[in-house]
Structures are given as structure tokens and as C-alpha cells.
């Protein structure tokens, strides 16, 4: 039987630092997939589209005639780039955890509208964890990756984002993991990540799997020891009041998601300092109603 490419891509979508290194890495050990590491090519797509819409400098006529011609040529464009990068591959895409940020709002929904069939992995991971990372993550210069403040409205940003995304598309279209839930079974995991993507699984993804639940293999430049992936080091890198505030940040969020409760994260806020005059007795459910809102709004990257 001859080979045939896949019409759509498969993407993969998360906050940074919520494993989707570690997603498409599994995903790669299939011979017939390959998921490009941020190559982000979905992201130019969407930026082409804006700046023909939004700057008179380009296409002053025929702006919508060609704005189609783009619509009808890309997909066959991309496929070929990815047909020409790994010839052997059926199944491709990309993971970008960038795709989120407030600078690329609307990307995923121009991946729908260029490639119907697409689908979508979304990953998410517990925000604290996120943060914790986030913060003590450094560039080459020595530069934190982001502060306190961006590094919490980053998460809330993509949760928010993500899961709204998720809910407009058709359930053989997106498949939502937790990357404990990922971490706990990863071939358990695996085998539910290939049936949804309809790919036959094979031996060489659950070797792969297995060998990391017997040594962890270090990916995407982990800012700390990885012989227990599951151990939390949140208290460790924020002191009591830096925990204080992380709550409120990205408390509402951590609900949503089905880490906390209402009553347990009332609980964790009661037991924090009181500190900074009104803010400390505010609260702790109203704190958390008023700071993660505020939190998505103030997005800087």
C-alpha cells in the first residue's frame, strides 16, 4: 500500500514547563510520527494573516483575494515542509508552549480554520509547579526566564486560554492530560494519547515508557533533581509569604483545574502570614476572586 501523508497536523500545547518536551518525546518514539520541537510554523501562519489584515503598507488591493489564495496554499506548503524534514512520517505536527501567550492569541483557532481535522494535545500541569520552575529557570546570560509576577500570570494566562480552546472543539478533536496523571502511568497514558490520535501503538513507544519509569531521562533543562518527578519543590523555592501570594495569583485557577478546592485552598490561605495591611485581611476566597483575573490580564508574555 502506498504511503500517505496525514492531511492535518497534530499539535501540542501547554504552559511552559508542564512536560511537552517530555509529550512529544513520546510521541517521536513511534516510527511513523514526528512532531517537530517549536518550530513554530503555525505561529508564522497566524502573524502573516495579521499583518495583512492590520497594515495598509501591504496588499492596498486585492487584499481578500489573496488573503483566500493563502488559506488554500498554506496547508499544502506546510505539508511539504514537514513531508521534506521526515520523509517516513505519516503523522506530524508541532509542540509549541508558546502558542498561548498574549502575542499569539488566535493561533490554535487559525490551525482549525487552515487544517479542519487537526487535533490537539493540551498538557497541563499543576501551577505551582509551573511557577516554581518558571522562576528558577535562567537564560544563557544568567537572566531569570521570570519573575514572580509573570511567571504566575503566565500560567494563568495559558490555563485559561487552553481550556477555553478546548471547549470549542469536538471531543475526537482535543484530548486534555495532566502531566501527574502522565508522569503516574506514562504507558498507561501512551496508549490513551495513541487511541485518540487513532495511530496503532507500537513496541518502541512502550519501551520508551517503561525505561522512564525505571530512570528519568533529563529533558528541556530541568532546574532541579528529577529522581522523584511527582515531589513538588514550590515550598522550597517560595518562602511563606511568596506562598501566600502564588495562592491568590493562581488559586482560582488551581480549582478549575481540580487541584485545590474551595475549602482546601481557604485552608492554605487561613494558615499563610497576614501581612501588607488591608491586602492581609482580605479574605482568602475573596483574595483569590479578585487576584486571578487580575493576574490574566497582566500577561507579558
Excluded at 240 to 257: E, T, V
Aim: proline share 5%; glycine share 6%.
Amino acid at each position: 500500500m502506498a504511503f500517505k501523508q496525514s492531511r492535518d497536523p497534530i499539535i501540542i500545547f501547554g504552559a511552559p514547563r508542564s512536560g511537552t518536551t517530555y509529550l512529544h518525546s513520546i510521541l517521536n518514539e513511534h516510527p511513523d510520527v514526528y512532531i517537530s520541537h517549536e518550530a513554530r510554523l503555525f505561529g508564522w501562519l497566524h502573524q502573516s494573516f495579521k499583518v495583512i489584515t492590520n497594515k495598509d503598507d501591504f496588499l492596498v488591493t486585492h487584499r481578500e483575494e489573496f488573503m483566500e489564495h493563502l488559506r488554500v496554499s498554506y496547508p499544502k506548503l506546510i505539508r511539504n515542509f514537514y513531508s521534506k524534514l521526515k520523509p517516513q512520517a505519516r503523522y506530524w505536527g508541532d509542540k509549541n508552549p508558546l502558542s498561548l501567550t498574549t502575542a499569539n492569541v488566535g493561533t490554535l483557532q487559525t490551525i482549525v480554520e487552515l487544517f479542519p481535522g487537526a487535533k490537539f494535545i493540551h498538557i497541563i500541569r499543576d501551577g505551582r509547579d509551573v511557577v516554581a520552575s518558571l522562576t528558577r529557570r535562567h537564560h544563557s546570560n544568567g537572566e531569570p526566564w521570570a519573575d514572580f509576577l509573570t511567571a504566575h500570570h503566565l500560567w494563568n494566562g495559558h490555563i485559561e486560554r487552553g481550556t477555553a480552546f478546548g471547549k470549542t472543539q469536538a471531543a475526537e478533536k482535543y484530548f486534555e492530560l495532566r502531566y501527574e496523571d502522565l508522569i503516574r502511568d506514562d504507558l498507561g497514558m501512551a496508549v490513551k494519547l495513541f487511541q485518540f490520535l487513532q495511530i496503532p501503538m507500537v513496541d518502541s513507544v512502550a519501551r520508551f515508557c517503561e525505561s522512564q519509569q525505571e530512570k528519568r531521562t533529563p529533558f528541556s533543562l530541568p532546574t532541579r533533581d528529577i529522581t522523584n518527578v511527582a515531589a513538588s519543590d514550590w515550598s522550597k523555592v517560595f518562602d511563606a509569604d511568596q506562598q501566600c501570594r502564588s495562592l491568590k495569583l493562581i488559586g482560582a485557577n488551581l480549582i478549575a483545574c481540580g487541584y485545590e478546592t474551595a475549602p482546601t485552598l481557604a485552608a492554605k490561605l487561613k494558615k499563610s502570614p497576614k501581612k501588607e495591611g488591608a491586602q492581609g485581611r482580605t479574605s482568602p476566597a475573596r483574595g483569590v476572586r479578585q487576584n486571578a483575573p487580575r493576574a490574566a490580564r497582566k500577561l507579558q508574555r
